[in-house]
């Protein structure tokens, strides 16, 4: 229930800021940018929320610093770590596929791995910041910036059939 006042707050932004700033750039550009904008909303859903319910009580427990050791779950065969390390890489591919799209040119692999990098390490910064429960973990920064790679790659791959369908969506 304490989520809905996220999304509340994400679609005000998006109607009232986002949403005609990318109108009149084009119908490819809002659709881009608007996809773009519906699969880091539900990144933060996964990841962080609830954050403005959360905000008055971040310094109400203690901070757990990020575990350092890659793939110690995997090691010692804690938890569901095959699982964890399924998701993190599929919740990063769409960013890795739709971010060479909003930026309209074609970055470089190491341009990609670098914001899937920054995206994953403020997601592992936050969560223990807005949530004592949860914690972070250099494995997942790993897995999310495979993610990305994987995603780009994809990108590389359908780029001239995503050109195709955004230049229909931009002529329709």
Avoid: C
Wanted: hydrophobic share 50%; proline share 6%; net charge positive.
């Amino acid at each position: 229930m304490k989520v809905i006042v996220d999304f509340i707050i994400l679609t005000i932004l998006y109607l009232f800021i986002f949403y005609k700033k990318w109108k009149v750039k084009g119908k490819d550009v809002l659709f881009v940018n608007t996809t773009m904008y519906i699969y880091l909303s539900f990144v933060l859903y996964f990841t962080l929320m609830p954050i403005i319910t959360s905000l008055p009580f971040i310094f109400n427990h203690p901070y757990t610093p990020m575990n350092l050791v890659p793939f110690i779950d995997v090691t010692f065969g804690r938890a569901d770590f095959i699982r964890q390390i399924i998701l993190n890489v599929v919740m990063t591919i769409p960013f890795g596929f739709l971010f060479p799209l909003i930026k309209n040119k074609k970055p470089k692999l190491l341009k990609i791995v670098f914001y899937t990098f920054l995206l994953s390490l403020s997601i592992e910064i936050l969560q223990p910041l807005i949530d004592g429960g949860r914690s972070s973990d250099i494995t997942d920064l790993i897995t999310n910036v495979l993610g990305g790679m994987i995603g780009y790659i994809m990108y590389l791959i359908f780029k001239p059939l995503t050109i195709k369908i955004l230049n229909y969506i931009k002529n329709k």
